[in-house]
């Protein structure tokens, strides 16, 4: 979450390197809300550039978003209006007498939980901002999919794409370690504009789905669906109407799981 990262510090190249013109995201959020019977009041934490949290609302939901990184909150704000921008720390909040009908946490966030302590930290937030019966929506990296494949590939991914008329290009190199359960990533980033080269690094909790699942009951949560797609980071992605698939065994985690009633 505080690891140094250059699209978390430049929101707008974060959206110009993972652009979504058709709110991939965003629909399939909603339609995940919608198809369990959500309420209208919902916390997207970890919102990062605000633009799934601004869909949502723009379908008529009641809609705070919560991040740790304050240029993601200043772009969330000027460019995404009409939620609520607030900042927090997904590992661990308190946003007191606030309750929400649906807890969202896209693209990852939660694997920057990287310990048994810090996910159960999360999920133990979820349940004090929620309202009885509310629902946490996620969507991640498959912890199972990449501890098998350890070692991963040696060779690393290249993307280039342009920002502003300055040629960006980006090597990403992922490890796994097994032991800690970690999928580390380093990725270095070059420009056409004579900017010195940026190194990053970050890191993923790699949780198996019957970790997840194990998590969200011992947290009085009801898992409603678990599978690896179809959704809005899958190849083929999700599509208006899909239905879950219902195996874990792909790269990419979904889950919809009920706060039950106390």
């Not at 969202?104 to 920057?112: H, K, P, R, T, W």
């Not at 498959?142 to 090597?171: D, E, K, M, Q």
């Not at 990725?187 to 789905?209: C, F, I, K, M, N």
């Amino acid at each position: 979450m505080d690891d140094a990262n250059l699209l978390t510090d430049n929101p707008a190249l974060y959206e110009a390197r993972f652009p979504d013109p058709v709110n991939l995201a965003g629909r399939w959020t909603e339609d995940s809300l919608r198809r369990y019977g959500a309420g209208p009041r919902v916390l997207d934490i970890g919102c990062g550039t605000g633009r799934d949290a601004a869909y949502l609302h723009a379908a008529g939901r009641t809609v705070t978003g919560a991040d740790l990184s304050l240029a993601m909150l200043a772009h969330a704000r000027r460019e995404h209006p009409g939620p609520e921008y607030l900042r927090a720390d997904l590992r661990e909040f308190d946003l007191g007498a606030r309750r929400f009908d649906a807890v969202v946490c896209l693209d990852s966030a939660l694997l920057y939980c990287r310990t048994d302590a810090e996910l159960d930290s999360f999920l133990a937030s979820c349940r004090r901002c929620l309202a009885s019966g509310g629902l946490l929506v996620a969507e991640m990296r498959n912890g199972a999919y990449f501890l098998r494949r350890a070692p991963l590939p040696t060779r690393p991914s290249v993307h280039t794409f342009t920002h502003r008329g300055i040629a960006h290009r980006s090597v990403t190199r992922l490890r796994v370690d097994p032991a800690a359960r970690l999928l580390h990533r380093s990725r270095t980033w070059t420009t056409d504009d004579g900017t010195p080269p940026v190194e990053q690094r970050s890191a993923w909790r790699l949780l198996r789905p019957e970790e997840l699942r194990h998590a969200l009951t011992a947290h009085g949560f009801e898992v409603l669906a678990l599978h690896d797609g179809p959704g809005p980071r899958t190849e083929p992605p999700w599509r208006e109407g899909d239905l879950p698939a219902g195996a874990t065994d792909a790269d990419r985690l979904h889950v919809i799981a009920r706060l039950m009633k106390g």
